[in-house]
Structures are given as C-alpha cells and as structure tokens.
C-alpha cells in the first residue's frame, strides 16, 4: 500500500523556522522525484519545491525561493522541507508527493495526497 505521511508543521511567528518531513512507504524511494506542494484555504495547491532522485538538484515555486531547502535521505525514504523566514502567506496544508516535470516545466504529482501538515504563521 502506497502511503505518503507528511509530519512537522504547527505554529510559527514570523520569521520563524519549520521543518518538515514526508516519508514514502510501498514504493521505491530512491526511483522517484519528490516534491512539496501547499493548499492554502479557498485557494489552489500550489507547488512549493522538488528534488531529484539523487538529490542533486533541487527547484522553488517563486514564493518560497530563497526562503527554503529541500532535502532527502533516501536510506531513511524521508524528504525534508527547511522552511525559514516564514511569512503569514506561507500559512497552508504541506503535501508532498512524488513527482515529474511535465513538458511545460511544471511539476506533476504521481501518487495519491497524504494527510498533509497544517503550517500556521502568526504573531
């Protein structure tokens, strides 16, 4: 069984730090791109951030650029997202998810969601 489980978020001041984690199991790990994407309410997912399979190269959505890190360890299957200088638009579900790039340059999820982690940025 196939199982996305996203863990780490919680409630943040701004310009506070958060570090989230995401681990795959029933699948290969090491085979796929990973990504991270937000939902924010009333609003669209959003891509966050993905990395390679190797780990060797890593992409941000506009809005976090700068502001964060990805990360995986594929011995453990865990990705990681380092999220600092946290702003309240950052507030949102985090989801990861396996991923391609699709030919238009975006990044295409390929697995079935997980729970999510609620992010919450307020002072």
């Known amino acids: 069984q196939v199982q996305l489980t996203e863990s780490g978020g919680g409630w943040a001041q701004p310009g506070g730090s958060l570090n989230l984690s995401c681990t795959l199991s029933?699948?290969?790990?090491?085979?796929?791109?990973l990504g991270w994407f937000r939902q924010a309410p009333g609003k669209e997912r959003e891509f966050v951030a993905a990395?390679?399979?190797?780990?060797?190269?890593?992409y941000f959505g506009d809005s976090v650029k700068g502001r964060c890190t990805i990360s995986r360890d594929n011995p453990k299957s865990t990705v990681y997202l380092q999220m600092n200088k946290l702003k309240p638009e950052d507030t949102a579900v985090y989801y990861c998810?396996?991923?391609?790039?699709?030919?238009?340059?975006?990044?295409?999820?390929?697995?079935?969601w997980g729970q999510g982690t609620q992010v919450t940025v307020s002072s």
């Open positions: 998810n396996a991923v391609i790039r699709a030919y238009a340059g975006d990044y295409v999820p390929l697995l079935e």
């Open positions: 990395i390679s399979w190797s780990g060797a190269s890593t």
């Open positions: 029933g699948r290969p790990f090491r085979s796929y791109a």
